[in-house]
Each structure stands twice: as C-alpha cells, then as structure tokens.
C-alpha cells in the first residue's frame, strides 16, 4: 500500500527527519546508527542513447534486490517505446514500473517500506525532478536516476544537468560511434525535427562521437519549417523539402508536387 510521503506531510511527521525534537533527543551511538542507517543519496547515470544507461540502472536494481532492499521503479508516461508499463533497455531487458506524469506523483506511489528508487528516462521530467530526488535522498533513500544528459542538438537536456549538480554520484557512459567506432557521447537525430522531444529508437537516432556528430541538422530542419510554412500558406504546387543526408553531410532541397 502506498504510504502518504509528500514532502509537507513528511516534513511535520517524519520519524526519520535528520532534524527535529525526534533527532534532538537521540544522542550518542543510537542517535550515529540511526543516521549513517538513513543516509540517503542520488546518482545519476548519464551518456548518449545506445550508452546502456537504463541496462546499468536495471543492474544496479537488481543488485539492490538481491540484497533485500525494496525497490520500486518509475518512468515518464511519455516513453511507450518498447513497453508501456515497465522501463526497457535496447536490448529489451525489462522491469515493471510505475508510470507517471510528473515526478511529484512518486509520493502517490511510494511505499514505507521502500529503500531505492529507480527513474529511468530523466530527461522527460521537468525541473521539479530535481526537488523530488533530493527531498527522497533527504530522507533516507537512495535514488538512481537515468537520462540523457544532451539532447539532440549535443545541448544539456534538463533537467539531467542540475541533477548532476546535486548528486553525490555520476556515471557517464558511452555507446559506439555508429561512423567510426569511437567513444559516442552525443545523439544524432537522423529525421528533421525542431522539437526537444520525440520518442524514437535506432529508426530515429543514432549514437556518435564529437567528430562524427553533425549539428547542422538542426538548422537544417529549422529551414525546412519555414519553408514548408511558408510555402503551405499560398497556392503553390509544389512543396520544397530539405533533405539532409547525415552520413554524407550533404544538404539538398528537393521540389515534390502537391
Ligand atoms: P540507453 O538507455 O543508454 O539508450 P540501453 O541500456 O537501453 O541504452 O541499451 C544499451 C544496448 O544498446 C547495448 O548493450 C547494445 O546492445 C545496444 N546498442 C545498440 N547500438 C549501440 C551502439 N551504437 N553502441 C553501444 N551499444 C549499442
Ligand atoms: P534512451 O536514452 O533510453 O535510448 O532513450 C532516449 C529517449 O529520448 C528516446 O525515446 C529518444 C528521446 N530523445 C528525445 O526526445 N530528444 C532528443 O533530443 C534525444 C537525443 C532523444
Ligand atoms: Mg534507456
Ligand atoms: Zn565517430
């Protein structure tokens, strides 16, 4: 059964606040077990697409598991990539989570029982993911969080970066370069888009190093926007498309008829 845990509650009836009449009280030894028992922490596990992010956050759950700490899982509604109910690797590795909307619905979910918990896909969170992880960790429990911490213009995506920030520990980890074969830490989008965000997977993106990552592409479908808007809104007959081929960094506009 979820047990009530938002911060206002908790903050007036915490039996586990670090500070207060209880913690005031305590002294001596059991007043140091308690707390290093309760010490709570975020890590972030961050790096491009394809760099096994939410392959390490299944591995360190399943570690956390086998030692008899309850976990419980969570990712954003909006990634139903591979499955709509559990967080999912490439590779197709699953774990049931509970799916929510925004990171303050944790507290609707959260047992009292519960030691870790795991969110995969950050990046879709907004800022407040970053008030939620620390208040939890603040709290006693240790927080695993994977995301991107670029988007697809090689620009922090946030909220990864403040969490970052505040984390007592980052992992950042690299996929292939699908080009050359180096260290990847950026995302190439391969299909114009303006849009911070759009689900996709190995049809959509691909994983490649700083040399091999091509920015213009962003650029690229900016044009294409304007063109299509603009081209749209008259009687025109045909309808200019700017195609952009990322592996031979070529750019050319095509004329289709309507
Ligand atoms: P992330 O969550 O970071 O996108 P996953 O943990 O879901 O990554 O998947 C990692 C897996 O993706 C790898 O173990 C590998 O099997 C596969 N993969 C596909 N393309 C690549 C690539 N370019 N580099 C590394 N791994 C890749
Ligand atoms: P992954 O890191 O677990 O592979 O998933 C990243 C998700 O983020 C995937 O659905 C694609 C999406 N995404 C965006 O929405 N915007 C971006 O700029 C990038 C790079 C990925
Ligand atoms: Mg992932
Ligand atoms: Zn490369």
């Not at 849009?195 to 049809?203: A, C, F, K, T, Y």
Request: aromatic content about 4%; charged content about 20%.
């Amino acid at each position: 059964m979820a047990h009530d845990w938002h911060p206002s509650v908790m903050r007036s009836t915490s039996l586990i606040s670090k500070s207060g009449p209880l913690a005031d009280t305590l002294s001596g030894t059991l007043s140091s077990t308690i707390s290093s028992t309760l010490a709570g922490s975020i890590e972030v596990i961050v790096g491009s697409m394809f760099s096994g992010k939410t392959e390490e956050l299944l591995r360190l759950l399943k570690r956390a598991q086998f030692a008899r700490q309850a976990t419980q899982v969570f990712k954003p509604r909006i990634d139903s990539r591979y499955s709509v109910d559990h967080i999912a690797s490439h590779n197709k590795n699953l774990m049931a989570a509970h799916v929510i909307e925004k990171a303050a619905d944790i507290y609707q979910h959260l047992r009292a029982d519960t030691r870790v918990v795991g969110i995969d896909e950050g990046q879709f969170f907004d800022q407040e993911l970053v008030d939620v992880c620390s208040d939890l960790a603040d709290r006693g429990l240790r927080v695993i969080v994977a995301g991107l911490d670029t988007n697809w213009r090689g620009k922090p995506f946030h909220p990864m970066p403040e969490l970052m920030a505040v984390a007592e520990h980052v992992h950042k980890l690299h996929a292939v370069c699908v080009v050359c074969g180096a260290a990847a830490s950026r995302t190439q989008r391969l299909r114009p888009s303006t849009q911070e965000i759009l689900v996709g997977d190995d049809s959509s993106y691909e994983a490649r190093c700083r040399e091999c990552f091509d920015n213009s592409l962003g650029l690229v479908a900016e044009l294409d926007l304007a063109m299509d808007e603009g081209i749209t809104g008259t009687d025109a007959g045909t309808h200019l498309l700017v195609a952009h081929d990322c592996h031979k960094n070529i750019h050319t506009v095509h004329a289709h008829e309507l």
